[in-house]
């Protein structure tokens, strides 16, 4: 209500409810709490400030980069979007030989090593596997390139690492992302609300409708940072109490990867999301559904029933908590908490 001196006395009140160590409800409520406060700071001020790609030093960059490992080992959502990407990409990599995999925020390229394992399970000999990998640090770039070329000698496949720094809907020399003879491509897209990924939407749709790769894979949240702020805030709610439930399973109340872990990625989506309107509020306005979008410019929707299916559930096996959920829905796999779904993952191919 814009009530903003009523808020800045309520939020000691609550401040003194929540903890970042404690049950899910009370460590879900201390980030809240945070981005509430930048919230009522900006709309004193009239300033909103979005978490942008450069504003990350290389200190944060690492310290994401270190707690994304933590996330992967104490939940299966980042290796459900990796099994989930792996399987559609290898499948639709049958009987190719030299293929493109553009990353379009490749982060430490945690995806890649599996895909090379059964890549190199396969009968066909790979002529060539070339990743363009997209990032805001060109630093970080070149050690994910690093670790990358040494994971893909050790399986004795032919292997080159491109560095790309910046969005790539910003991108004009698309020359770097052209394919070469004979070369399949395909492009890789986990959504998040860290910061803004894409840059521009419409350059980003006007690369993908010139490249026509044969396979596009995206993992999107569910949830929604765009619209008002009380729908946004409720969503958001629902949705990282969900997520903060589903951490707090099988963790000690006290356990410094989680706190890290929400710390580094939650609570900095919270903040993106509720404190300034997520990666939208960019001056341009941002897509909301991206199957709709790629629909219009010639893509279908590629269905991730099968082997996919069938090795998300193996993996979900691994892991001891009962509460995660498995459901295939027009061709997309989510993985939802309880009755929440927290990620899709889809796949895309253009049509004939």
């Known amino acids: 209500m814009d009530n903003l001196n009523e808020a800045t006395n309520l939020l000691p009140e609550i401040s003194e409810l929540s903890t970042p ?5 009370e460590r879900v409520a201390a980030y809240f709490i945070e981005a509430l406060r930048a919230r009522i700071i900006s709309s004193f001020l009239g300033t909103y400030s979005p978490i942008t790609i450069k504003s990350l030093t290389l200190l944060q960059n690492q310290k994401i980069c270190k707690a994304l490992q933590s996330y992967n080992s104490i939940s299966p959502l980042i290796k459900f979007s990796q099994y989930t990407a792996n399987q ?17 925020d490749i982060m430490q390229g945690l995806q890649w090593p599996g895909l090379f394992h059964i ?28 670790r990358l070329t040494d994971f893909a000698s050790s399986f004795g496949l032919p292997f080159e690492f491109v560095p790309l720094e910046g969005k790539v809907g910003n991108i004009s020399d698309l020359s770097q992302l ?11 897209w986990m959504h998040h609300c860290l910061y803004d990924i894409t840059g521009s939407d419409l350059g980003t749709l006007k690369l993908l409708n010139v490249l026509r790769p044969k396979l596009i894979t995206i993992i999107e949240q569910d949830l929604s940072n765009g619209g ?44 993106n999301i509720v404190a300034v309107g997520g990666p939208k509020r960019t001056g341009e306005v941002k897509v909301d559904r991206w199957g709709d979008e790629l629909r219009q410019i010639g893509f279908n929707p590629v269905s991730l029933g099968g082997n996919p299916a069938a090795q998300a559930s193996l993996l979900l096996g691994m892991f001891p908590w009962k509460g995660y959920t498995l459901v295939e829905e ?18 895309w191919q253009p049509s004939v």
């Not at 160590?21 to 409800?25: D, E, K, R």
């Not at 009380?230 to 707090?248: I, N, P, Q």
Request: glycine content about 8%.
């Open 178 to 188: 052209a394919p070469r003879q004979n070369e399949a491509t395909v492009v890789h």
């Open 21 to 25: 160590f404690g049950s899910s409800i």
């Open 330 to 347: 027009n061709g997309c796999l989510k993985l939802g908490w309880k009755d929440l779904s927290l990620l899709t993952a889809s796949a």
């Open 228 to 271: 008002n702020f009380l729908g946004r805030f409720v969503e958001a709610l629902h949705y990282y109490s969900a997520l903060f439930d589903a951490l707090g399973d099988g963790q000690e109340w006290d356990s410094m990867e989680r706190y890290h872990v929400e710390q580094q990625i939650f609570g900095c989506e919270i903040k």
């Open 119 to 146: 890549l190199h399970s396969r009968s066909k000999k790979i002529q060539s596997i070339r990743i363009t990998g997209v990032g805001s640090s060109f630093e970080l770039l070149e050690a994910t390139g690093r």
């Open 88 to 104: 559609a990409i290898f499948q639709a990599l049958e009987g190719e030989d030299r293929f493109h995999l553009i990353d379009l």
